[in-house]
């Protein structure tokens, strides 16, 4: 199965094509802005570099957040358009679930939201133990705490230097952003649907009065 990945709901933009397991091109830039601007020139070169048309696709993946309501506004959109054009099935990838991949057994992927605010969620060995959640600091301190009984951990992601201050001596996996190629992976095992942006919080930009 040759499956699209796209992630552009945090500072990275990043694309991937994988043919089964087996990685056929992927690019990655770290930006905070302009991803609408390089994600589909990005897409194009990796389809370009794997050797292959678009319409050789099987699906198209992206994440949908929990992430910059911009940035997963811009994946979900080209995702779409792309799905559309191509007459191809789509799979949305949590953000979270994206960052867990990059370790294995308890990992607590964490985004720093701002607003003293952090994006939880826990996995082991793949498996969700909790839903993604917006929390303070502190308590998302305290659900790991209650989730790890004690046991190591990898802490992963942008929260994940906000939560060592809390608990130090724990294993910390920096990213910028999701890889494409997990994004890829997971949906390869996924069943296709439409995408659903996932949000946590209302954004932070106001209508005027």
């Not at 770290?30 to 990005?42: F, K, S, T, Y």
């Not at 909790?130 to 305290?142: E, G, K, N, R």
């Not at 952003?177 to 946590?200: E, I, Q």
């Amino acid at each position: 199965m040759i499956v699209l990945g796209l992630d552009t709901c945090l500072p990275s933009c990043s694309v991937a094509v994988l043919d089964g397991e087996r990685v056929l091109a992927t690019a990655r830039e770290v930006m905070a802005r302009g991803h609408q601007e390089r994600l589909a020139p990005m897409a194009q070169a990796v389809m370009a570099e794997a050797g292959l048309a678009f319409d050789k696709l099987d699906r198209i993946a992206v994440t949908v957040g929990p992430g910059s309501f911009t940035g997963l506004r811009v994946g979900i959109a080209f995702a779409k358009g792309l799905a559309l054009a191509l007459d191809k099935p789509t799979v949305g990838i949590g953000t979270l679930e994206a960052l867990a991949a990059e370790a294995n057994g308890l990992v607590f992927p964490a985004i720093d939201a701002r607003r003293g605010q952090l994006y939880l969620q826990a996995f082991e060995d793949g498996r969700a133990l909790m839903a993604p959640d917006a929390l303070s600091a502190d308590t998302a301190a305290a659900r790991i705490a209650e989730l790890s009984m004690g046991r190591p951990f990898t802490l992963v992601g942008s929260g994940a230097a906000l939560l060592a201050e809390l608990m130090p001596s724990v294993r910390i996996v920096d990213a910028e952003g999701a890889d494409a190629c997990h994004v890829a992976r997971l949906a390869a095992a996924r069943a296709p649907a439409p995408l659903k942006p996932l949000y946590l919080r209302a954004p932070d930009a106001k209508l005027p009065a």
